[in-house]
């Protein structure tokens, strides 16, 4: 089992940044891949950024590539999302979810684990 705990979420102006952290416990995150999607309001649920388990391999959604870095740290069992430059269209909720695999998807049912979400809003 794996519980995920999102933080960092806010309010900030376009072109800013922040950077939002998911705690995991459970003693399998060093197996885990892990992503981050999100939800606008009357939008389905998307792939934002994903990371294997050893954190050699990355993926971006196209929306993002350039602008936001996903990384872990296995010794803490976080992982993170640093965004940058950030545009209005980023507003969402972020979720972090971790797969019971080594290897990522960017299809949100191939995760097995969710975080409840830390609400994200840009303004211009």
């Known amino acids: 089992q794996v519980s995920l705990v999102e933080s960092g979420g806010g309010l900030v102006q376009a072109g800013g940044s922040l950077r939002l952290s998911c705690a995991a416990s459970?003693?399998?995150?060093?197996?885990?891949?892990m992503a981050w999607f999100r939800q606008a309001p009357g939008k389905e649920r998307e792939f934002v950024a994903g990371?294997?388990?050893?954190?050699?391999?990355?993926r971006y959604a196209d929306s993002v590539k350039g602008r936001f870095t996903i990384s872990r740290d296995n010794v803490k069992t976080t992982v993170y999302l640093q965004m940058n430059s950030m545009k209005t269209e980023d507003t969402a909720v972020y979720y972090c979810?971790?797969?019971?695999?080594?290897?990522?998807?960017?299809?949100?049912?191939?995760?097995?684990?969710w975080g409840q979400g830390t609400q994200v809003t840009v303004s211009s």
């Open positions: 459970g003693r399998t995150f060093r197996d885990n891949a």
């Open positions: 979810a971790a797969r019971a695999a080594r290897y990522g998807s960017t299809y949100s049912y191939d995760y097995d684990y």
């Open positions: 990371i294997s388990a050893s954190g050699t391999i990355t």
